[in-house]
Each structure stands twice: as C-alpha cells, then as structure tokens.
C-alpha cells in the first residue's frame, strides 16, 4: 500500500523510497511465487472447484477421490490435496473461532513477572499464578486471568526485559519455573536452600534483576539436573522442541545473536549444527527438559479458570525463530506503528516480519506453529496487534518511524487458520484492535467470533455502548494507569523522558474520569479507580478486565513506548506482595464491581 489513512481520517502517502525499500525487501523485481504446492483454506461447509482430478488425503490417512471439485463436508483439520501437479496443504477451517454463547464473566490482567509472593526468587512465577488463579475464581467469582507473553527469552545476560520481544513465541520462560516445585528438587538439600534464600532476597528491591534471577534459577536446575536419576526415561522431545534447545545451547555457547555465531552455525539444517548436537546431546536435553517442566507448572496453574495468554506480534532478530525460519522472515525492515494520538513519534517495534508470500509458500506452518503453541493450556488467547493480519506497518531498516508504509497479508486465510486452532483447544479469541486500521476490520473479525478489544482510553463512546462481542478494560500495559491518569504523573513522567506528550489529551483523560465516576478534581485516587470500573461495568462486553496495578493505586504504567532507556520497562514490581494483594480490600471492592449479576 502506497498510502494510508491515519487515526484522525488523514491520508498519508509514502515516500518513492519507502516504496523502493519495501519493494525490494520482499524482491519484487524477482520471479512471482509458483501457484504450485501453495496451500488451500477452505471452510467446511463451502464447495471449491478444482482445475483437475486430484484426492484429498486426510489426517488419519484416508483417501477420498476429488474429481471437479471438493468433497461436501470435509473434516476439519490439516489435510494434503494431491494431484498431478503435486502435493498442497489443504486446511479446512469452521470459519468462526470457539466462542461460548453463555460467556459473561470477569478477571484481572497480570504481568506474571511483577506478581511476587514471599515464596518468589525475585520475579512472579507460575507458582504464584496458581495461587492467584485459585483465589481470583474461589473468593472472587472471577472467570479469567489475562497475561502478559509467557515467550522465551535467550538464556544468557543481559536478559531480555520486554515479553513482547521473545527468542520464540512457540516456547516458554524459565524463568517462571517455581524450583522448589521442579521434581528432584529436594534432593539437592542444603544447596537449594541457599540458592531460595538468596533468590527470595531479591524480593526486597522493587526493580526486577531478571539476570541475578536466572544466575539462581539456572544454578539449580543445573544441579537438580546433574543429580537426577539417569532410570527415569522421559518421552522423547519433538522436533521442534530439539531444534529450539539446540539454539539454547548454541546460545550459551556462542551469545545470544545467532547472526554473530560462527557462519556454519548460522544454518539450523547444516552438518555443522547436527554435530553439535550430537556433540552437546546432554545439554540440548537439559534445555528440552526445562520447557517440559515449563509445560506441566503451567497446567496446573492454569486449572483455576481459563488463562488468557498472550500472542506477541513477533519476535526479535537475534533469537531462536529468526533462526530457525529464516527463509520467511523479512529481515531488511521493521514492524511498528506510524504517529498516533498516544504516540506522536510513531513506533519501531524491532522485530522482522513474516513475508506474506514466503509465509504463504510455507504452507503457513510458522503461524499455525506459533498460534498452536500460544493456544496450550489456555482458555483464551489474546492476539496482540491482530490488526496486523490485515495489513502490517514496515518500516524499512535505518528510517524513521514516520517513513513506513503498510503491506497487506493474506487475512482470510490466517484468520481461517486462528479459528481452526481456537476450535481445537476450546479457547476463545481476543484481537487487540487498537490503534490505525482500516473502517471493515473491526466488523470482519466480529465476523469470526473473534472479541473486539475495547479500552477506556482509546473510545469517544460510553462503556454501555461498546459491543457484546468484546472484552472490556480501563486501560494496558502501555497505557497511563488510572491513578497515573487521574494525579498527572503519567504526564510528567514523559515530559520528563522528552516524549513529547500531548498535553491536551492528558487533559482529556481526567475530563472522561471526572465525566465517568461523577467525582470532583479532588476526589481520592482509591475512589476514582472503584467508580471507573464500576462505569466500565456497565458494558455488555461478555469480558471485563482490571489491572493489578490499577487495584493497588500503582502510578508507573508497565510500559513505556518509545523508551529504551529512562524509565524501566517491564521491571517495576507490583507494591504489595501477592499475600497482601489477596487481603487488599480494594481488590474484593472492584470484584464486586466487575462481578455482573444476570440481569447486567
């Protein structure tokens, strides 16, 4: 796209070399894309002619004869078409994700990492999500948990603070891991005590030292690994659990960029890395262990109620799936997002994106991998800038934010894709549809069953009058906290960090809470919290959420967008542990708030 129109209705044309840039990042002046071996979505119920004889084989190997057109009512699923032309992917989709018609419910969004008990090493873990899980439904009547990204990270330091920046989306944090719940802990005694007592320690300062945290969580899952008995035989690791330990183990060996490692290594598929493999076989293992641990803490921390992940909209350059894909990846450009009323310098996310053709000639299998993986052991699932199905703002490598322009992606097939994988785990779908997008957007994904997402912040209409079909919150992770909102000092922070706030829109913010809750300027920060979530509940969205920080009164906001250094993002440590989280009043208050009886 040469163009596009803005947040306020304004047409933006992109520069001749933005297009030239973009152009050849995707090699259009190169041979177009063989049609051959290309995938076919369908949906179940819909007829697809074909151009020549061919037969389906279906995923438990059935064969049925196609002759001028597709079987009526194929299963859902992954199947192969096969003709003389060749083998292709043919995936067959219900075309709406799982959407339960009874849901109404409620539930706090967390950033696991800030969530600390008195039994934490430091950071939140998946332990301390059970707890909160177990509370949130028991004593609440809560029906969710939203999520930060629970994605890998490269296990060397620095470590990466953002959780929307991972080494791959289709594995988890060990950092999360509770030690003292990993199987074989006890047996290394004394020394786990030493290595509990320094990591609950950590608990003391407010910032989060991800890299003391995984210089004690690593120390003991090595020992508790080297101590284990070799007679207990765990299942074989899949494929791409190996290939993605293989890269842990490349990493700690070699750093965290794979484009600076040796340049035999830099091919996942070449002999070079296969002996490594083999060569390290023990510690590629290990690092496939910790992810099967990671598994089974999560299942049983998710067994409260229904977890919401998180879906990050990409990954960084230098981790585990830019190596591993790296034929589908475009590499000379970034994703972000152009001027907004929030952010009126644009945004450079930093990542690469998928190539929607080389995705394509891929059967799709990165996104299905990746959607798949972020579905286990979840209830919902939010899609973090889903906007980006549609189309994707790139910006060519070195440019400013303000000089990107949009490159369209083949929507209906990944949303057929997202429907199909959200059937299969009995998930239901959030997209975060926030930001710049195109007027049909919002009404194709309520077209799948996919939730809007609305957000206090960002909408001119009252709570009542947002849709059914959606999940409601006061604000997000990047977003001013109410009491942020409500005091100024989300202001002032950027002021003070050269962000160049819109000073009349900090203004607005305090009108629409002083116009929500009733209350005068003067009102305390705890009551005007209650009475915006107590307006927020008057949506008929079937999902409310509330931050943790907006329960205790927090003023930083999680994230601040267009910082890499000044503020610290993603380390700010809620205020209160979570055993004083769980007896907090304020929490029970806006519960009850949010805890919609039948008759709304």
């Known amino acids: 796209m040469t163009g596009y129109e803005d947040a306020d209705r304004e047409w933006h044309s992109a520069s001749p070399a933005t297009v030239a840039a973009l152009l050849a990042a995707i090699d259009a002046d190169g041979a177009a894309p063989s049609a051959d071996g290309a995938p076919l979505v369908v949906r179940g119920a819909v007829r697809r002619r074909l151009g020549a004889p061919a037969e389906v084989v279906l995923e438990d190997g059935t064969v049925l004869p196609a002759a001028a ?131 609950r320690a950590l608990n003391d300062e407010r910032l989060i030292d991800r890299d003391a945290v995984l210089r004690l969580k690593l120390a003991a899952l090595n020992r508790i690994w080297d101590g284990r008995d070799l007679q207990q035989q765990r299942a074989p690791a899949a494929s791409d659990l190996v290939d993605f330990a293989t890269h842990c183990a490349l990493s700690e060996m070699h750093g965290s960029s794979w484009r600076r490692w040796p340049a035999r290594l830099r091919d996942p598929r070449s002999r070079a890395v296969a002996s490594f493999r083999q060569e390290r076989q023990d510690r590629v293992d290990f690092f496939a262990w910790m992810q099967q641990l990671i598994d089974e803490q999560l299942a049983d921390a998710s067994a409260p109620l229904a977890v919401m992940h998180d879906l990050a909209i990409g990954v960084d350059p230098d981790g585990a799936d830019s190596w591993l894909w790296q034929e589908v990846i475009t590499a000379e450009v970034h994703a972000g997002a152009p001027p907004d009323k929030f952010n009126r310098l644009g945004q450079d996310w930093g990542f690469p994106p998928f190539d929607p053709w080389k995705l394509r000639a891929a059967g799709y299998r990165p996104f299905i991998d990746t959607i798949r993986s972020a579905l286990r052991h979840a209830g919902a699932l939010r899609v973090d800038h889903i906007l980006g199905l549609f189309r994707l703002y790139w910006i060519p490598e070195g440019a400013s934010p303000k000089d990107g322009a949009y490159v369209r992606y083949p929507t209906s097939d990944l949303l057929d894709i997202l429907a199909l994988e959200s059937c299969r785990a009995g998930a239901y779908i959030c997209g975060e549809d926030l930001g710049t997008f195109e007027k049909p957007t919002r009404d194709a994904l309520a077209a799948r069953d996919i939730l809007s997402y609305r957000v206090l912040w960002f909408e001119e209409d009252p709570p009542a009058a947002y849709p059914t079909r959606s999940m409601a919150a006061a604000t997000t992770h990047d977003l001013p906290t109410i009491a942020g909102a409500w005091t100024g000092a989300d202001h002032a922070a950027q002021k003070r960090l050269g962000l160049d706030p819109d000073a009349k829109f900090a203004r607005a913010l305090r009108t629409t809470l002083r116009s929500l809750t009733g209350l005068p300027s003067g009102a305390p920060v705890d009551d005007v919290i209650v009475a915006t979530y107590r307006a927020l509940a008057t949506a008929p969205s079937m999902v409310l959420t509330a931050t943790l920080e907006d329960i205790l009164g927090v003023v930083e906001r999680p994230n601040m967008p267009g910082t890499v250094s000044g503020w610290p993002n993603w380390s700010v440590a809620l205020p209160a542990t979570l055993e004083q989280l769980i007896s907090d009043p304020r929490a029970a208050r806006i519960a009850s708030v949010l805890r919609r009886d039948a008759s709304g």
């Open 69 to 199: 057109e597709l079987p009526a009512r194929l299963p859902l699923g992954y199947h192969t078409l096969r003709s003389e032309r060749g083998d292709a992917p043919l995936i067959v989709s219900p075309g709406r994700c799982h959407l339960p018609k009874t849901l109404r419910t409620f539930g706090w969004a967390v950033q696991l990492h800030a969530l600390r008990s008195r039994s934490s090493w430091g950071i939140g873990d998946l332990a301390d999500l059970r707890e909160l899980a177990r509370w949130a439904a028991a004593d609440l009547g809560a029906g969710m948990v939203m999520l930060n990204p629970l994605h890998a990270t490269t296990l060397t330091s620095p470590q990466q603070a953002s959780p929307y920046y991972p080494s791959s989306r289709r594995f988890r944090n060990p950092l999360y891991l509770r030690i003292e719940d990993v199987p074989g802990a006890t047996l290394i005694g004394d020394e786990l005590d030493g290595l509990a007592r320094a990591g």
